[in-house]
């Protein structure tokens, strides 16, 4: 592991860099030679899809494509460690406590089920029934099926996730908190609300044919690579590619294609963005707002000169309804406001938009950066307007695309993981398997730590994930989880969770995506949904890394037979029997799925349609609405002048709460993570030098005090005003009650502190 040192990155992202740690990974995870075999069956028809990130695998997968960040995800799960019971039996978890995150996954993959054990301070086995059984009595003594909180991780198949809602509303509730609600969920809420579907409109032929590309918030290089391939053509093509990010991403700006012998020889490497604007933290509404406002400027100017219209008034006339109000509100926003709240100017604004409306087609990319704010829907929103000023949906080479996390959490979704089901969904659940599921709306991710937290809540069955340190306000939410009756964890790896845990406490180990799952009718396949809708089929070919593991699906079954006894008319270990048999149910559920089982067995797999790429609009009105935002700021104001909007980042070597190593190349960064990136001139108004420790605090409204402590200060082009550290050591700061009140998510892009010279405050 590297000694912590800062060391500006000058190359471009990609190219032998990614080669080499790559390499570095599988010689640490112990994958010899046969490691390189399982990476290429990765994201190929008749191989296992990425556990990386969502984004799509082209149609035609004849070569390989590498990914940095897809082959660590992959050495993770295939690693040689073993985190067996003789292993654990000599560490207490009040020691393993002490460990860091990446120290914990290290010990590598779980191979038995595991049992709290009060008296020595330990996890020990238990065999696969007493758990069940032991698990079951818990759930059936409880008072309400709605003091449990069924939590999903968006790694999980459509196959498990399907099983595990069910078995939560056979059991009688709907309290669903999943990792969504803290990443895309303003996506989910926001997009139906404009657009009648709340997915993206691209798929990713489209990258193809667009013209201009905009992408805001949104980190691919590190997050979704794949999506460097289609940048990188874009960009060759000549399209415009603008990003609105407060980071210059290294990969943003220059590319070295991995897969490009060319570029990977002679050195050479392709520019991306075409113009980075450097958005303040939480600026992204006042931006939206200038671009909105600039085209319409544009536009009465056109129209003023009898030139030909830069708005496309046809689509905005026949598919859309509220532009007046828009209007109305863009021309009263002052741009002196928007420059103050953006940090762009309006140059660079009217500059931005000039581009966009030269654009025949373009594409509005998104990630966390947009969505994960107190008012992330409404972001969405601004953003869904600006495509409809020029009709950029339901065309070739246009649309909206939210880059989603996790390889399945779009499916995970569509498949029934939801706290607010519809009725519809409810009553065709009843019709296919006989007993009436709950109506009551359950728990998202945060009203579950309020319901855990104010012992409404007893029992957390989480289907893979690390609630503890992905959720906010870690203080409040490890106090949560530890007056649990029970907690449940259905895992591949140790993790913060597991130590933070209810008075009995299990953990389920079971497959990882790229093992053999061999039910009774032989080996199976799962299925997943990328992030433009696409379903296809995954099977792993690596043996399992123990005798004893389970799949995912097993386990939801065994826990479901357990704590439903033998009276549930659900027939699970017939489903469990034959995949094929869950995707039937699926189907019969959903009639999206429609011919599920033959059509996962065509190449490629099949899309799931969606109305809006038809200019169909499934909206209250039947078309399209476009959204007024009131105001420009996107938190609340500071009053404090010393104070600094926070954004929580992902390094490039972590994949959520999994940590590959201590560094972040393109920033930087090396063996360390206790950071806090800070410009020059903020830095000189508090009398900060590069290496000072610092504490952090946030300026909480509630009157708790929320600290870290024990960062170090790294100087960073960053906008004014602004500050960054990463995820998950600044959770701490995050509180509980900084969250868009329309989706619910946590304001993890900015949350406003103060920053203090010394450990202490
Ligand atoms: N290797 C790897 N791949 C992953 C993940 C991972 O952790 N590692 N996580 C997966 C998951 S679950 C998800 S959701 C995605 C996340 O992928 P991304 O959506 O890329 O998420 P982040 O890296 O959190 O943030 C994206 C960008 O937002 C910028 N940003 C911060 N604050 C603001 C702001 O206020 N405005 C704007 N415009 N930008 C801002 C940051 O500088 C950063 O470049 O990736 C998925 N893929
Ligand atoms: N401050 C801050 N907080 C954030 C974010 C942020 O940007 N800033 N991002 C948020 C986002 S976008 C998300 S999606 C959440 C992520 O929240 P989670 O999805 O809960 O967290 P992960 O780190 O992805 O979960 C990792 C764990 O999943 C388990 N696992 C891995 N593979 C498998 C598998 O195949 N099956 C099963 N059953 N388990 C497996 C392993 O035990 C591993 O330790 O975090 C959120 N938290
Ligand atoms: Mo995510």
Redesign the pocket.
Known sequence: MSKPHIRPYTSPAGGWGALEATGKALVEQGIPAAGAATLLRMNQPEGFDCP???WPDPKHTSSFEFCE?GA??VAWEATAKRCTPERLAGLTVAALETWSDYDLEMLGRLTHPLAYDEASDTYRPVAWDEAFRRIAAVLDGLDSPDQVEFYTS?RASNEAAFLFQLFARAFGTNNFPD?SNM??EATSVGLPQSIGVGKGTVLLEDFDAADAILI?????G???PRMMTSLRDASRRGAAILS????R?RALERFQAPQNPIEMASLTSTPISSQIYQ?R????AAALKGLLKACIERDDAAAAADAARLLDVNFIAGHTTGFEALAADLRATPWPAIERASGLTRAELDAAAGTYLRADKAILVY????VQ?RRGTENVRLLTNLALLRGNIGRPGAGICP????SN?QGNRTVGITEKPTDAFLDRLRDTFGFEPPRRHGHDVVAAIEAMRSGQARAFVALGGNFVAAAPDTEATRRAMRGLALTVAISTKLNRGHLVHGRQAFILPCLARSEVDRQETGPQSITVEDSMSMVHASAGRNAPASAHLRSETAIVAGLARATLGPASTIPWEHLTADYDRIRTAIEAVFPIFQGYNARIRVRGGFHLTSLARERIWATPSGKAEFAVYEGLEEDPHQDDPEALWL?T??SHD???TTLYSLSDRYRGVFGQRMVVFLNEAEMGRRGLRAGDAVALETLSTDGVSRVVEGFKVVPYRLPDGCC?AY?PEANPLVPLYARDPQSGTPSY??VPVRIRAGRGM
Request: charged share 10%; glycine share 18%.
């Open positions: 990386g990130c969502a960040n660590k995800a968006g990792c990443c895309h805001f918030g949104q980190n691919p590190t997050n979704s609105f990010n407060p980071l991403e958005v933290v939480g600026g992204d990630g966390m950066g947009l704010h880059v989603r996390g996790h959490v954004t980042l992902r972590q994949y959520n960054g995820y892009k900015a």
